[in-house]
DNA sequence: TATGAATGAGGGTTCATTCAT
DNA sequence: CATGAATGAACCCTCATTCAT
């Protein structure tokens, strides 16, 4: 069996284990018994456990940045902009549960949150911070959206940096939260997901209880 | 040196340490090390890793309710309510961010994402479905305050119950998302990272494109 | 409370523990709350595991052999001395199953069976030799009344002293065996445990197999 | 090193072990150690402790019926079948000390033996059990083999079931305890051994004060 | 290309024992 | 007379990783 299909077994028995465990708590064993593969091979073809989750990430990341990337026009309105790109991201992570798992369940924990903090970084999860780098793209990429949109919008071209800042965090936070409820409990399509993200980070709460709502024109 | 006390020291190392690490990669060696006593009686006192865990866990939860609890009056309008637990939420988890760590940082992992789910499910860490179980009160006592307010408002007295649950489920993601990014890099005060997302998520990206946003009044 | 009763507390909670768990697995803690004390005032009274196990071998190993040297009229028959001896021996089993446990359970593991032998004696349960000396004690007292009935016997004034050795290991063995299982599942009463032994050591199959028993006269 | 040599060499050791120290004394770095292997290969070949000793159990009561199987003519009478299976019995002890030692070392502990008996069983050595139950299919065996020689033997055709249980009980005792001896301080050929208890248990005592001794015919 | 065999290191848990009061 | 507080040491078990083939 040639290499880069080998690779790919690993990678997706990989991206399976690590988004159900989480990184500390999978173990290379499973993985490799579920690849069908021997444990030797794994390290031979993937090096370490870092390395390997390194690669999953990144592969995951990657397929969906493109499927959002593939699914926005940038030709149209701004609102229509972020219900594409939203519609997208839902379809993908409802598609890909496992590697959307990978991507958002270990999410925090890069930054030293304590003031003090007199733990010494142990050499524990540093793989971790990679999944924190990369949320960090999207909400800067977001945040490039938002300043943008609003720098379209002929009656405020200016909203503080900060401010837009803090926007995107929000934004992004809701789209997690949004996608993780979809794939968990409640069964939501991707447009519907969309719609009531819309709804609110678009229209406000406050529109919604008057009765107004966005809707895709 | 009285019991309650050395119980309380090794909550406060407890919760750090699980903060930074994870249930998985916190060691009892170094929660003892930090609580300065020895690990025989960390287990003497609160029995078991697991139950070492979900004392944090309990703890800063009730802590982080009562905080918001008392943040709010009842008797103003949906948006100043809302706006006041925001900025409670935000003050609290500004004050205490290792036990907003330790509430959020294991959020995710109980439902089976992946449809067939071959793996089994090992009983590893079981506890953390707590913090899920935590968090879904959490949204279900939001989902519940929409409601009432879409009640109350009488232009729009009914919203479909699935929509108000996503809606609740974004908008507790953006408050989480925010209340990280607040703890974070960027350095923001409660009132600031409240009006954002009073900003967000009452007016909405739409009106605040055109100039109009929240204020306190 | 004088310090006897204390002393006397401990020892039957002692004996109960290691009845029930074997020296090993008997934990001071569960001996300590079983005698209603506090564990330092067991090592105070008691000094140590080791040494609260010998009191106990020590105690109930002399309560037996009063037992049993208390039912036996010495101007009777041989026979009808065994008679007794061994009904004495089962009434006192069955009065105190506990500390027959404690006595019985730990016998074996004296001797260096494995003839090389590299295994270095680690003070692991160096008490329990203890109990071997006390039964090697208890089949010298049995060997000499075997070898005593023979003597009287005329037919047969001299047995070989080491068939007399290993008769009386193998009645001492057929008694604690009889002593466990009427303790156990059967419930049998200590004079047809002792008359089932009659007719098995003093008659024999042979005989039995012919009809003929052994009884009291 | 193949794997089933290992895994042998381990049971070796393990049986070693555990016949000096019982199960719970024992620990897996000293087998470990004593097999020449890393700890964890041993978990890796024998899952865990209990697997391990229920493996050793196994392979020596399986090693001991066997022999004692291959010593027994059927064909021939009550009182030689006795005295051959003995043979074999106290032949194999003698060969495998240490095998004799794992099988009859943790013999006793199941039965709840004090009345009250408000210990909590508390999951301790759960495997000990398997001993016991192997006793017990062994005594159930010799019952059957008594209650037979009774029915055949034409002036005794019926026998109390309940005294038949009794007197294999302790012919069994007996047994054990004749091979203990003979293994440890006294050196005895097994032929003796079998001798002795032949004398003991078929003839009775009081044919052996008569000067009437067993013979293997 | 692929694997069976093997291990160093570390983690959770328990227990006999002591000290200050 | 009695105990609450505390620990060193050891034990069972797991896991990432390598070597020889």
Redesign the pocket.
């Known amino acids: 069996?040639p290499?880069a299909e080998?690779e790919r077994q690993m990678l997706d028995a990989a991206v399976r284990v690590f988004g159900k465990r989480r990184y500390r708590a999978?173990?290379?064993?499973e993985i490799a018994e579920l690849a069908g593969?021997?444990?030797?091979?794994v390290?031979?073809y993937l090096n370490?456990?870092?390395d390997l989750f390194s690669a999953c990430i990144r592969r995951e990341a990657e397929a969906l940045v493109d499927a959002v990337r593939a699914g926005v026009r940038t030709d149209v309105a701004a609102d229509r902009q972020l219900w594409e790109g939203l519609t997208a991201f839902f379809t993908h992570t409802a598609e890909r549960p496992d590697g959307w798992a990978v991507l958002h369940s270990q999410a925090r924990s890069g930054g030293d949150s304590s003031s003090e903090s007199q733990l010494r970084s142990s050499k524990g999860d540093p793989v971790v911070a990679e999944v924190g780098a990369m949320r960090e793209e999207i909400v800067a990429f977001v945040t490039h959206l938002i300043a943008e949109a609003a720098r379209e919008a002929h009656d405020n071209p200016e909203l503080a940096e900060r401010e837009v800042a803090g926007l995107a965090q929000a934004l992004v936070g809701a789209a997690e939260a949004l996608a993780d409820w979809a794939n968990g409990d409640a069964t939501v399509s991707a447009k519907e997901a969309a719609t009531t993200l819309m709804n609110f980070s678009w229209s406000g709460l406050g529109n919604l209880m008057d009765g107004e709502r966005w809707s895709a024109r």
């Open positions: 069996m290499r080998r999978a173990s290379m064993d593969v021997s444990k030797p091979l390290y031979l370490s456990k870092e």
